[in-house]
Nanobody
Framework: QPQLVESGGGLVQPGGSLRLSCAAS????????IGWFRQAPGKDREGVSY????????NYADSVKGRFTISRDNAKNTVYLQMNSLKPEDTAVYYC?????????????????????WGQGTQVTVSS
């Protein structure tokens, strides 16, 4: 059964770092772009970062550009989100999601409705 499992969330002080992992099982990420989304209390879910199935194309929301880095290890069927210089406004539940593409495509969609598989989310709290 296809599944995405996020891990790596937690409580961190402002300026700190966390690395989120998104492990896929039941399907191979060679055919899927991955997006990281987040939802803060009382706010809509927003896209944070995207990576193509090839790993060669990435994109970031303006609010995290220069602080977050998305990467993938297809051999491990896992995608990562390295988050540095964290701010209180980064506090949210972070979700990874998978969108079907061709094999190792350079394409990644940004429309949330194109993401078919979703993880359960991991809480990130940035507070002193």
């Amino acid at each position: 059964q296809p599944q995405l499992v996020e891990s790596g969330g937690g409580l961190v002080q402002p300026g700190g770092s966390l690395r989120l992992s998104c492990a896929a099982s039941g399907f191979t990420l060679d055919y899927y772009a991955i997006g990281w989304f987040r939802q803060a209390p009382g706010k809509d879910r927003e896209g944070v970062s995207y990576i193509s199935s090839s790993g060669g194309s990435t994109n970031y929301a303006d609010s995290v550009k220069g602080r977050f880095t998305i990467s993938r290890d297809n051999a491990k069927n896992t995608v990562y989100l390295q988050m540095n210089s964290l701010k209180p406004e980064d506090t949210a539940v972070y979700y990874c999601a998978a969108a079907s593409t061709s094999y190792r495509s350079p394409y990644y969609p940004e429309a949330e409705h194109t993401y078919y598989y979703w993880g359960q989310g991991t809480q990130v709290t940035v507070s002193s």
